[in-house]
């Protein structure tokens, strides 16, 4: 199968760098998989899970993403992010709690940015308790 050159960065990390066959990343309309060769674009990506499967490998690694965007061009693809996690890295209690207290602050009056900043941590909480139950945390 044909590949692309891969690089998945965090704000604090390098997650991943090589080769790769696939990558699904959420967007704002749906899931995207890139492919090798694909068009040149830039695509803003949301809060949520990301598949990509290395070359060779026959298993899709997951992991967990904050915003960012994805650069494609000239067969290499590069993924910036806020964050980037592992499943199994999850701290469930922590996840749990952040959902709450999101919760508990779109109960409240706020301002429009206060609205949208506690609806990004309630999904970002959800997201990362949703992913941590698909494997098994």
Not at 30 to 59: C, N, Q, W, Y
Request: proline residues 2%; charged residues 30%; hydrophobic residues 40%.
């Amino acid at each position: 199968m044909k590949s692309f050159s891969l690089k998945i960065i965090a704000a604090d990390k390098v997650f991943f760098s090589g080769r790769c066959e696939a990558l699904i990343i959420p967007a704002e309309d749906g899931e995207m998989e890139i492919l090798a060769h694909h068009e040149a674009m830039v695509i803003a990506v949301e809060d949520g899970a990301i598949r990509f499967r290395p070359e060779g490998e026959s298993e899709w690694r997951h992991a967990i993403t904050g915003i960012g965007f994805v650069q494609i061009a000239y067969n290499q693809v590069t993924l910036l992010v806020q964050t980037v996690e592992l499943p199994e890295e999850i701290d469930i209690a922590r996840a749990k709690k952040a959902k709450e207290r999101a919760e508990e602050k779109l109960r409240q009056k706020q301002s429009i940015q206060e609205y949208y900043h506690s609806s990004a941590s309630l999904a970002r909480a959800m997201t990362r308790l949703r992913e941590a139950g698909k494997h098994g945390m």
